[in-house]
């Protein structure tokens, strides 16, 4: 083989340049469509996020809105170092921000059982709250508290000085049941059932969850009454 054959031997293993154009193309298409799939994963990621944040956020402002028509009735036996049985402190829902030493309210601190009304552990308003998929969770474990889950009947003439928890005897929206109103409930096991200063705190306590809740999202000025 001549010099002349060698060459041209040589220069036939070299790709031509068409083979380059078509390999770079390639290669450009490839990753076009690499870098369009890591794009639509992405967006399904963030999309799908903000859609359940987006629910979050309604589902909260939701409860917001059943805990800013909420009232609580209160009624107390001996509250005044006699037997009368004293009606008349009906508190809304966020109100529950006073403390102790509230003169309109600290004649309600005191170490004894709370009792509830039937009606109360049959229709008050945080019922099923606990068990929404949309709520966050650590709003839903402070409402779950409030949970009365082995109902016993009590009876306030047993007590001496005792206060019990009913709904708003103003609503209308309340179906109520051919009851004595002494006819009360507890479970000592119950958080919620301790004593009014227990029950107190649990109301503050879901108050602050939600507000920490809305503040991580700069939702912070909302207004509670």
Known sequence: MNQHEIVEAIQSLKPSKDWWDYASSSITV???????????????KFSFKTRVLQKQLDTVFQLITVLQNWTIEISGKGLDETEKTIHGFRIKFFNFKFGKDDENYKILFFKEKLLFTYDWAEQNPLLGWDSNPFLPKLIAEKIALFKITFPYPAYDGNFQKVISIDL???????QRKDRVRTNLICNPDDICCRDFETFHMLCNDLIKEIERWLNKYEANELNFK
Request: glycine residues 0%; negative net charge; aromatic residues 14%.
């Open 30 to 44: 490839i990753t076009s469509i690499l870098t369009l799939f890591v794009a639509l994963r992405l967006f399904d």
């Open 168 to 174: 708003d005897s103003f609503d209308k929206n309340i």
